[in-house]
């Protein structure tokens, strides 16, 4: 019946789940795809605002360029910077003639970058010859066989081998038109000399150019470029083969009312099938975790009862039989005393575990003198230290003297027995092993620190959880430590149970110590 339960509720979550997530898909989709298409109008309405302004002022910016070399280049044996300089977009300026390139004086550096850039300087000397040649590309075998393009690119057949002489205007020049190769924007103009077809012109960074015109694009376009066109791209700022470009991303001004709209309906949809998963996931979990911590419960428990229970069996053998030798009778019972208690310790711990589990707790309290009542409990904690090999300290503050403690005193009393049994198991290897109980008033608490000097408490223990339920050190099994890793999280519990709390102040190769809190009122 349970099984047959479970599978029906779990096929109705999952068909519950896949609706809920159908219809939080369906609405996310609608509203992204509205958003979409109002993007998409939006990025093309402002592209097309902002079109005739940055035009504008790059046509102002080329213009000025221009009128800095005149309608005809200067043709001489130097080369000299136009009045004005150049711009901070303009890389430099250039004169190429069959006789070789010539930039300003201080412009070294530029004419080397130019020379060195075999690409760019082949397809200037063509484009002076024929605006319509193509551009010269190293990276495509074949684009340039000097044999077939000699009669296409005549720039190569000098007119007057004798570049001794002076060069001379053959001509008007042309207007300016504009070419690129990579990151190279040429922005040039054919000039017809004696010597042969000559080229003026500059060379543009685009990046800073683009610098100059972004500022001018609508402020709603959050993510705008200028920047070459391309392949099967169209330029839309003549006369450079530039493209701006919108972006993806753009301030849409009635987007918000719009998300309001279908906000109700894609919250519920999500709120829906987050719940319907987080149910699920409950349940599942809440079931997982029960059966693990049963399988967990009855593997330590049951592990822990074995190996007294044969203890006990042979030794009662041994001594049903007349086995055990007259002076070590003694012993044997001894031993038996010690399992016995040992096991009802344990049995002990977990029908108080079993019992705060359910939320049962200890109707009594006890009341009286503060010191009183500790030394009853901390006297026979003191004594099973001692017995195990122990030194023990107990330090009490005298503001603690006058004080009425109403605690119960059963719980209380467990919580240290457990607390001196880990110190048994783990701090006894200590040279010296010492424990100090440490009394102390906080405000309307009162404090018992229990310190020892033993090397204190495995890392993943620290990790995992000290107070959680069978939690023990991966070391402990292997160190044949008794014990199923329930005494420090029934501590906790029980301390909680009776309005204070156990925790762990210090833990180091020096030793631990626990501090437990109970309330004075």
Same mark, same amino acid.
């Given at each position: 019946?349970?099984?047959?339960?479970?599978?029906?509720?779990?096929?109705?979550?999952?068909?519950?789940?896949?609706?809920?997530?159908?219809?939080?898909?369906?609405?996310?989709?609608?509203?992204?795809?509205?958003?979409?298409?109002?993007?998409?109008?939006?990025?093309?309405?402002?592209?097309?605002?902002?079109?005739?302004?940055?035009?504008?002022?790059?046509?102002?910016?080329?213009?000025?360029?221009?009128?800095?070399?005149?309608?005809?280049?200067?043709?001489?044996?130097?080369?000299?910077?136009?009045?004005?300089?150049?711009? @901070?977009?303009?890389?430099?300026?250039?004169?190429?003639?069959?006789?070789?390139?010539?930039?300003?004086?201080?412009?070294?550096? %530029?004419?080397?970058?130019?020379?060195?850039?075999?690409?760019?300087?082949?397809?200037?000397?063509?484009?002076?010859?024929?605006?319509?040649?193509?551009?010269?590309?190293?990276?495509?075998?074949?684009?340039?066989?000097?044999?077939?393009?000699?009669?296409?690119?005549?720039?190569?057949?000098?007119?007057?081998?004798?570049?001794?002489?002076?060069?001379?205007?053959?001509?008007?020049?042309?207007?300016?038109?504009?070419?690129?190769?990579?990151?190279?924007?040429?922005?040039?103009?054919?000039?017809?000399?004696?010597?042969?077809?000559?080229?003026?012109?500059?060379?543009?960074?685009?990046?800073?150019?683009?610098?100059?015109?972004?500022?001018?694009?609508?402020?709603?376009?959050?993510?705008?470029?200028?920047?070459?066109?391309?392949?099967?791209?169209?330029?839309?700022?003549?006369?450079?083969?530039?493209?701006?470009?919108?972006?993806?991303?753009?301030?849409?001004?009635?987007?918000?009312?719009?998300?309001?709209?279908?906000?109700?309906?894609?919250?519920?949809?999500?709120?829906? &099938?987050?719940?319907?998963?987080?149910?699920?996931?409950?349940?599942?979990?809440?079931?997982?975790?029960?059966?693990?911590?049963?399988? @967990?419960?009855?593997? &330590?428990?049951?592990?822990?009862?074995?190996?007294?229970?044969?203890?006990?069996?042979?030794?009662?053998?041994?001594?049903?039989?007349?086995?055990?030798?007259?002076?070590?009778?003694?012993?044997?019972?001894?031993?038996?005393?010690?399992?016995?208690?040992?096991?009802?310790?344990?049995?002990?711990?977990?029908?108080? %575990?079993?019992?705060?589990?359910?939320?049962?707790?200890?109707?009594?309290?006890?009341?009286?003198?503060?010191?009183?009542?500790?030394?009853?409990?901390?006297?026979?904690?003191?004594?099973?230290?001692?017995?195990?090999?122990?030194?023990?300290?107990?330090?009490?503050?005298?503001?603690?003297?006058?004080?009425?403690?109403?605690?119960?005193?059963?719980?209380?009393?467990?919580?240290?027995?457990?607390?001196?049994?880990?110190?048994?198991?783990?701090?006894?290897?200590?040279?010296?092993?010492?424990?100090?109980?440490?009394?102390?008033?906080?405000?309307?608490?009162?404090?018992?620190?229990?310190?020892?000097?033993?090397?204190?408490?495995?890392?993943?223990?620290?990790?995992?959880?000290?107070?959680?339920?069978?939690?023990?050190?991966?070391?402990?099994?292997?160190?044949?430590?008794?014990?199923?890793?329930?005494?420090?999280?029934?501590?906790?519990?029980?301390?909680?149970?009776?309005?204070?709390?156990?925790?762990?102040?210090?833990?180091?190769?020096?030793?631990?110590?626990?501090?437990?809190?109970?309330?004075?009122?």
């Amino acid at each position: 019946m349970n099984k047959r339960f479970l599978a029906i509720l779990l096929v109705f979550s999952l068909l519950t789940l896949g609706a809920v997530l159908w219809q939080a898909r369906e609405a996310n989709l609608l509203g992204s795809r509205l958003l979409d298409i109002d993007r998409e109008s939006q990025l093309h309405r402002l592209t097309e605002l902002s079109l005739p302004r940055v035009q504008a002022e790059l046509d102002v910016l080329l213009t000025q360029e221009r009128a800095k070399l005149g309608d005809s280049p200067l043709l001489g044996a130097h080369y000299d910077m136009p009045e004005g300089g150049k711009a @901070d977009w303009n890389c430099g300026f250039f004169f190429l003639s069959p006789a070789g390139l010539q930039v300003p004086e201080g412009e070294e550096d %530029f004419a080397n970058r130019l020379n060195r850039a075999t690409p760019v300087i082949d397809t200037i000397r063509r484009k002076a010859y024929n605006p319509a040649a193509p551009v010269y590309d190293v990276s495509k075998p074949g684009s340039y066989d000097p044999r077939s393009q000699l009669p296409v690119f005549g720039v190569y057949e000098v007119l007057d081998p004798d570049f001794s002489s002076p060069l001379e205007l053959k001509g008007s020049p042309s207007p300016f038109f504009a070419w690129h190769y990579k990151d190279n924007l040429v922005y040039m103009r054919c000039v017809p000399t004696t010597h042969g077809a000559a080229a003026e012109g500059m060379i543009i960074d685009t990046h800073k150019l683009a610098a100059h015109l972004l500022p001018l694009v609508e402020p709603q376009l959050l993510q705008p470029e200028i920047d070459f066109a391309r392949p099967g791209e169209s330029s839309n700022l003549a006369p450079l083969p530039l493209v701006l470009r919108p972006g993806k991303a753009v301030e849409l001004p009635d987007s918000s009312a719009r998300r309001a709209a279908i906000r109700s309906a894609v919250c519920a949809a999500w709120f829906l &099938a987050g719940c319907t998963i987080v149910i699920l996931l409950t349940l599942l979990g809440f079931s997982a975790r029960i059966e693990r911590r049963r399988s @967990d419960f009855v593997s &330590a428990v049951t592990h822990e009862l074995r190996t007294p229970l044969t203890g006990l069996q042979l030794m009662s053998d041994m001594l049903a039989d007349g086995l055990v030798p007259a002076d070590k009778i003694a012993q044997y019972h001894a031993d038996l005393r010690d399992e016995t208690r040992r096991l009802g310790h344990l049995v002990e711990n977990v029908l108080a %575990f079993a019992r705060l589990t359910r939320g049962k707790r200890r109707g009594r309290l006890d009341s009286g003198p503060c010191r009183e009542l500790l030394d009853s409990v901390l006297n026979k904690s003191a004594e099973h230290l001692r017995q195990a090999g122990f030194r023990v300290r107990i330090t009490q503050d005298k503001n603690t003297d006058l004080i009425t403690l109403r605690t119960d005193l059963i719980s209380l009393g467990q919580i240290l027995t457990n607390l001196s049994d880990n110190a048994i198991k783990y701090a006894a290897t200590a040279p010296q092993p010492t424990i100090t109980f440490s009394i102390l008033r906080r405000h309307d608490r009162l404090a018992l620190r229990m310190t020892d000097n033993g090397p204190g408490i495995a890392d993943d223990i620290r990790r995992h959880g000290l107070f959680r339920p069978f939690a023990r050190s991966a070391g402990s099994d292997r160190g044949g430590k008794p014990g199923v890793g329930l005494g420090l999280a029934l501590s906790r519990d029980l301390a909680r149970s009776i309005g204070g709390d156990l925790t762990l102040e210090k833990s180091d190769n020096s030793g631990c110590s626990f501090l437990l809190t109970l309330p004075l009122n």
